[in-house]
């Protein structure tokens, strides 16, 4: 049956550090269906996955994509998420498990939504974050905690046309990483103005923002070059990130510690999770 929930969905690739903390978020900030596609994990983040959705927590489906495909996974997997839900949420957002979205105005992400009425679709821009000095990776911190620096969007925006979107399911006719096809109705920014997704202008955050931890530590940034970009095929000369790009990524000019009023409700909800998985029989 069709309902009003407000879902995001995620593919995850070897994920299993972050999951807990991004699927605590998404549900401290009010995401009432949690959809993860698990892209032939060979890390621990399955199983605990698998307990989550035993327990109702998630929505897990499992995605093989050929190995000779001429396209990365991410796309197709959007495309049968769309087709899978179409008639049981109202709207979906596409964030990936390294970006975490916070709203500045709105207590959740129903009010947001809502607030956006008469859209089809709301696109919401990037805030691009850098190592922030870390070499190491440090499991004793949230993400959030631990990159607190970013790029100065004034000053130099390199992502500044980047965003993420939350759609209207029923809408959506064709899926992309960033921004979906409509089939009808406006898309809109954070500020209500409609716009053409291939002709977006530079971003602002004041009422939304994703926060994209896109570097992580240099040793994150090495296991994520190594894991290669989900949107491309396996034999795309881009497939795999160069080390040199984490110079050109590691943005960490200013401080945005806007994530911060999240955390105690973040950590709480994960701590809620682990004894909900603790408490899963073992397959």
């Known amino acids: 049956m069709k309902s009003d929930t407000i879902a995001v969905c995620a593919i995850a690739k070897n994920e299993g550090p972050y999951l807990l903390e991004w699927i605590a978020h998404s549900k401290v900030i009010g995401f009432e269906k949690i959809i993860i596609y698990d892209n032939e994990s060979t890390d621990h983040g399955p199983a605990m996955l698998r307990a989550l959705a035993a327990a109702g927590e998630i929505d897990l489906n499992t995605w093989v994509w050929p190995k000779d495909a001429e396209t990365g996974p991410q796309v197709?997997?959007?495309?049968?998420?769309?087709?899978?839900?179409?008639?049981?949420?109202?709207?979906?957002?596409?964030?990936?498990?390294?970006?975490?979205?916070?709203?500045?105005?709105?207590?959740?992400?129903?009010?947001?939504?809502?607030?956006?009425?008469?859209?089809?679709?709301?696109?919401?821009?990037?805030?691009?974050?850098?190592?922030?000095?870390?070499?190491?990776?440090?499991?004793?911190?949230?993400?959030?905690?631990?990159?607190?620096?970013?790029?100065?969007?004034?000053?130099?925006?390199?992502?500044?046309?980047?965003?993420?979107?939350?759609?209207?399911?029923?809408?959506?006719?064709?899926?992309?990483?960033?921004?979906?096809?409509?089939?009808?109705?406006?898309?809109?920014?954070?500020?209500?103005?409609?716009?053409?997704?291939?002709?977006?202008?530079?971003?602002?955050?004041?009422?939304?923002?994703?926060?994209?931890?896109?570097?992580?530590?240099?040793?994150?940034?090495?296991?994520?070059?190594e894991r290669g970009r989900p949107s491309r095929s396996l034999s795309a000369e881009d497939k795999f990130r160069a080390i040199e790009e984490f110079r050109k990524f590691d943005r960490s000019h200013v401080v945005d510690t806007s994530i911060e009023k999240y955390r105690e409700a973040t950590k709480a909800e994960m701590a809620r999770l682990k004894a909900v998985i603790a408490a899963v029989p073992a397959a």
């Not at 916070?102 to 009425?117: A, G, M, P, Q, T």
């Not at 190491?136 to 993420?164: H, I, Q, W, Y």
């Not at 602002?204 to 940034?221: C, G, L, P, R, V």
Request: with cysteine; proline share 3%; charged share 30%.
């Open 76 to 225: 197709p997997c959007y495309t049968a998420a769309v087709e899978k839900y179409r008639d049981e949420i109202e709207w979906i957002g596409f964030i990936d498990i390294d970006e975490f979205l916070v709203l500045k105005n709105h207590d959740n992400v129903r009010h947001f939504v809502e607030d956006y009425s008469e859209a089809n679709g709301i696109a919401i821009h990037w805030k691009l974050f850098g190592s922030d000095g870390h070499k190491k990776r440090n499991d004793d911190m949230l993400v959030s905690e631990r990159f607190t620096r970013c790029e100065d969007v004034a000053r130099n925006p390199l992502f500044g046309r980047s965003a993420k979107s939350i759609c209207r399911i029923d809408k959506i006719v064709r899926v992309k990483p960033h921004f979906c096809i409509l089939s009808e109705g406006l898309y809109f920014n954070e500020k209500k103005r409609a716009i053409q997704p291939k002709r977006q202008p530079f971003g602002t955050h004041e009422i939304a923002q994703i926060n994209h931890y896109f570097t992580k530590s240099y040793e994150e940034w090495l296991v994520k070059a």
